[in-house]
């Protein structure tokens, strides 16, 4: 197996807000062309009228694309987010989230949920959304740590080609002996070679010592992602 190396590509130390009533009040914009990092305020407005995870989905898309906008179009933004009882325990579901972005299958707007760690760790991170834009030639990690508020873009190389392989060697590469502080969002094979690949979503697993995985499933938003 080909050692795991990771080149940082940019940082960002960011100033993690307290929750209030469920939200963040902060989205995290990465756009991997020239790989910047941004963070945005979330407006009252937002609140009041696009209320959660989708509606958060559908505001990002909206203001990232444009008429013409095509799937595989480095505009194209890949969002992820959750909604204000997201990572609440005593709320069934509360651990789901919500991915949007321009489908290959259907031109047209997708959504789609998935359960696992991440939208509540996004949030505890101290985002209510992630929008990840443009392309990059070589494989890419976006690292979000919320303990050292910290967001760092790498360049990686030695990574497993299996969606599996990737979320376990990331689990224990950056988990540093505590696995279950890490979720991945990755795609494997099939999503680079047909328009329907999921997206999957890490959580690991203490009584089985491994992480599994959930997936978004719909739309082939997993192929977005790989492109």
């Known amino acids: 197996m080909v050692e795991l ?6 940082t960002l130390r960011y100033q993690r807000l307290a929750i209030e009533k469920g939200y963040a009040n902060q989205t995290l ?39 013409n906008t095509r799937w595989n179009d480095p505009e194209n933004a890949l969002c992820i987010a ?4 997201g990572g609440t ?18 031109g047209s707007v997708m959504d789609s949920n998935v359960g696992g760690y991440f939208g509540p760790y996004l949030k505890f991170s101290g985002f209510d959304a992630l929008e990840v834009q443009g392309k990059t ?13 910290e967001i760092r873009i790498l360049e990686s190389t030695g990574l497993p ?33 047909t328009l329907l690949g999921c997206l999957n979503f890490s959580w690991y697993d203490a009584k089985r010592a491994q992480a599994r995985m959930k997936q978004a499933g719909r739309g082939g938003l997993g192929t977005v992602f790989a492109d």
């Open 29 to 67: 914009s990465v756009n991997l062309s020239d790989s910047s990092i941004s963070i945005k305020p979330v407006s009252p407005q937002m609140k009041e009228v696009f209320v959660g995870g989708k509606g958060f989905d559908l505001w990002l898309l909206w203001n990232a694309v444009k008429g």
């Open 161 to 193: 080609a299996e969606a599996q392989e990737i979320s376990e060697v990331l689990t224990h590469h950056f988990g540093e002996g505590k696995p279950r502080d890490i979720s991945v969002v990755s795609t494997g094979p099939a999503a680079k070679h």
């Open 137 to 149: 030639a070589a494989p890419t990690v976006i690292l979000i740590d919320g303990l050292k508020q």
């Open 89 to 106: 325990p005593i709320y069934p579901g509360s651990g789901k989230s919500i991915v949007t972005s321009l489908s290959p299958t259907t």
């Open 82 to 85: 959750g909604g204000p009882l």
């Open 5 to 10: 190396k990771m080149k940082v590509l940019q």
